[in-house]
């Protein structure tokens, strides 16, 4: 079976500061995962995906993820954060039927 | 390239009325996916399809939801009777097919009211 756990349901940081949110999973099988970002009153939008090729992966608006193995883990960074980065952010597996599973997601709020 | 297009954005009804929406997936996406987002939470998977038809639809209540996707392409989930325990985000997503790699692109959502 598969999951994903999201430390922090909020995240503040300030302007300009290092953004990191941070994803767990645990998956029987090969995991591909995701971070989606989801901006008020929007669907959500892809950021990046790991789908076992570069364990760093690199994602629209400056974020990227590593997927660690040893430590299932997939943790987001940006490092300067920027007002238009507020939003909510969700981390997800795809599960061994093809499916997301969804992490319970993290706000992101940026302070002036 | 167009996106996925949901209708209504909006819609406020009360309980025991029935409501439905609407999603056009993204043009030549096999996979359509409906999702139920309640807020603070990820969304879950109520239904998801391969053309026009249902792969899985297990967490779908199926004594009130119900949805079909004619001719594979433009996709209608229904709920009647509603409860208040239904107001949420309705999210409609698309892929090029259901790898495990695929990316799901989604659309703007129906925010639904239940009074």
């Known amino acids: 079976a598969q999951s994903v756990t999201q430390l922090g349901s909020h995240v503040s940081v300030s302007e300009g500061a290092l953004v990191l949110l941070r994803c767990n999973y645990s998956?029987?099988?090969?995991?591909?995962l995701f971070w989606y970002v989801q901006y008020p009153n929007q669907g959500l939008q892809l950021l990046l995906k790991?789908?076992?090729?570069a364990t760093l992966v690199k994602g629209i608006n400056g974020f990227e993820a590593e997927f660690k193995k040893s430590e299932t883990s997939f943790h987001l960074t940006k490092p300067s954060a920027h007002m238009s980065d507020a939003a909510e952010y969700f981390c997800?597996?795809?599960?061994?039927?093809?499916?997301?599973?969804w992490g319970a997601g993290t706000k992101l709020i940026i302070k002036p | 390239e167009a996106g996925v297009a949901q209708s209504p954005r909006y819609k406020i009804i009360e309980k025991r009325q029935s409501v439905a929406f609407w999603c056009n997936p993204i043009?030549?996406?096999?996979?359509l996916y409906w999702y139920q987002q309640i807020l603070g939470q990820g969304p879950k998977l109520l239904i998801q399809?391969?053309?026009?038809?249902?792969?899985?639809d297990s967490q779908l209540p199926k004594d009130r939801f119900s949805a079909e996707r004619l001719k594979g392409v433009d996709s209608t989930l229904k709920i009647q009777p509603a409860k208040l325990e239904d107001s949420a985000v309705y999210l409609c997503?698309?892929?090029?097919?259901?790898?495990?790699?695929?990316?799901?692109?989604f659309g703007p959502g129906t925010r639904l009211t239940v009074l």
């Open positions: 043009s030549g996406h096999a996979t």
């Open positions: 998956s029987s099988v090969p995991p591909y």
């Open positions: 997503a698309s892929s090029l097919n259901q790898e495990r790699t695929d990316t799901q692109y």
């Open positions: 790991y789908t076992s090729a």
């Open positions: 399809f391969q053309n026009n038809g249902v792969v899985d």
């Open positions: 997800a597996v795809s599960g061994g039927n093809y499916q997301l599973i």
